[in-house]
């Protein structure tokens, strides 16, 4: 895995170059001590995955985030000094792209090569396909429910689709978003700032409510159980993100039995993919976004190769669609 350093501090870029030795599989790719440097670098050697500095003179890190993103998409970490103190930059960066992030380390180095090694497994991540019994039956009694799933990129898709959910949205919204605990919180509040519906952290007993979005906010897997509430699950343990969407995918497969919409957003690796199917199979309407639209095209590609989606479609497309499919169900809610 070909690795870059973004960052001003010669120390920090010191401590990342050792950190990175220590893994034999682990190359160094190059050193770029501003933003503006890291654009020009990566347009002409892009490697697996950049440790972008968030503040640095010339052009910080949210916009070299914005730029090689357009320009030469890959992986991206976000290593600040404080990501708490700079949670509002990491956030911009998110929406054009970052996967994660993570504080400089300072006495050990096991936080972010555990996150490293992760990134690893997602951009090769593979999962066995399972077949799930279709039922396409409605009952009355269930309200609609959304599932969503998202990666690099996501923070702006998801924005760009609820924001037009009104307050009095008559269905149920679940996301995964890829984002470390640490970081969920931060991002359900962001959330709340940019959309009508009220965005909480699904918590273990949660349940679906119409006009909320609960969000999965730990390093476990948001899972749905037979009472149809929702609860977290480490398991299973190789699961190259966590937490993933296709562990709520499929568990919502299996027990939810009232109409449901599920939605694959951009983002890097196949999570999700399979999951999309197996809705689909259980009568799901499902989408994915579109090619063109994506700031990584992994995640959907895989659904579309998989013919997990009944739909493939623009961001900016995806809430109409939804309102119609809601409207023209068999026992429409609005």
């Known amino acids: ?23 034999p599989e682990y190359d160094l790719a190059w050193v770029a001590y ?6 020009c670098k990566c347009a002409v050697d892009t490697p697996d995955l ?8 010339c052009m910080d890190g949210v916009e070299a985030t914005r730029q090689i993103m357009s320009r030469s998409p890959c992986a991206i970490m976000m290593v600040t000094a404080s990501v708490n103190q700079y ?47 279709k039922s396409r039956i409605f009952p009355k009694l269930l309200l609609p429910l959304i599932v969503i799933g998202a990666s690099t990129g996501g923070p702006q898709a998801l924005v760009k689709i609820l924001s037009h959910f009104p307050q009095d949205f008559p269905a149920a919204v679940v996301i995964v978003q890829h984002l470390d605990a640490q970081f969920a919180p931060g991002f359900a509040a962001w959330l709340n700032e940019q959309i009508p519906l009220a965005v909480e952290i699904a918590s273990t007993g949660s349940t679906p409510q119409v006009g909320k979005i609960l969000l999965a906010g730990t390093n476990h897997h948001l ?24 562990v709520l995918f499929k568990s919502v497969a299996v027990h939810w039995t009232g109409q449901g919409i599920g939605v694959l957003l951009t983002g890097m690796g196949r999570d999700g993919a399979q999951g999309l199917k197996l809705l689909q199979e259980a009568g799901w309407h ?33 809430a109409a669609v939804c309102t119609k499919i809601l409207r023209n169900s068999p026992n429409p809610p609005i």
């Open 50 to 57: 950049i440790l972008m500095d968030v503040l640095m003179p």
């Open 223 to 246: 899972v749905m159980g037979s009472n149809l509430s929702f609860s977290y699950n480490e398991q299973p343990l190789n699961c190259p993100y966590r937490p993933s969407i296709d």
């Open 87 to 133: 949670a509002a930059n990491v956030l911009e960066a998110m929406t054009y792209g970052a996967l994660d992030a993570i504080n400089t380390p300072a006495d050990g180095s096991v936080g972010l090569l555990k996150k490293i090694a992760t990134i690893a497994k997602l951009i090769g991540a593979s999962s066995q396909r399972r077949t799930l019994k």
């Open 286 to 318: 499902t989408i994915a976004q579109n090619r063109e639209t994506c700031a990584v095209y992994g995640m959907p590609k895989v659904a579309v190769e998989l013919k997990a989606a009944v739909e493939v479609l623009p961001v900016d497309a995806i």
């Open 1 to 23: 895995m070909r690795i870059a350093i973004v960052n001003d501090m010669r120390m920090a870029v010191e401590a990342l170059r050792r950190i990175l030795a220590t893994i």
């Open 34 to 39: 501003d933003g503006e440097e890291a654009v």
